[in-house]
């Protein structure tokens, strides 16, 4: 059974920085493409970063230049740095990995991340 659990959300001023950490239980964590993905309130899950098994990394827009996902295989943990916030990126913030052959789909807990003065 693969677990992921999230931490790392909290309050922050706009233009403060947060770390999050997703770590991943259960499975080999190489094999697995690893993203995060953010909700707000009243909007559709949206997906923020995605780092796959070999490394490459995307984002969104939004986020792009302010954003870093990044993954440590050792730690079987996933990171999203997140720089120069603003309060449009308050939201849940949650840990998606996919199996690279299966193709099945896990989902952490979610962890808040509020961005206000």
């Known amino acids: 059974q693969v677990q992921l659990v999230e931490s790392g959300g909290g309050s922050v001023q706009p233009g403060g920085s947060l770390r999050l950490s997703c770590a991943l239980s259960g499975n080999i964590f190489s094999i697995y493409t690893m993203g995060w993905y953010r909700q707000a309130p009243g909007n559709e899950r949206e997906l923020v970063a995605v780092?796959?098994?070999?490394?490459?990394?995307s984002a969104a827009d939004s986020v792009e230049g302010r954003f870093t996902i990044s993954r440590d295989n050792a730690k079987k943990t996933v990171y999203l740095q997140m720089n120069s916030l603003k309060p449009e990126d308050t939201a849940v913030y949650y840990c998606n990995a996919r199996h690279t052959i299966t193709r099945n789909v896990y989902w952490g807990q979610g962890t808040q991340v509020t961005v206000s003065s």
């Open positions: 780092i796959t098994s070999g490394g490459s990394t």
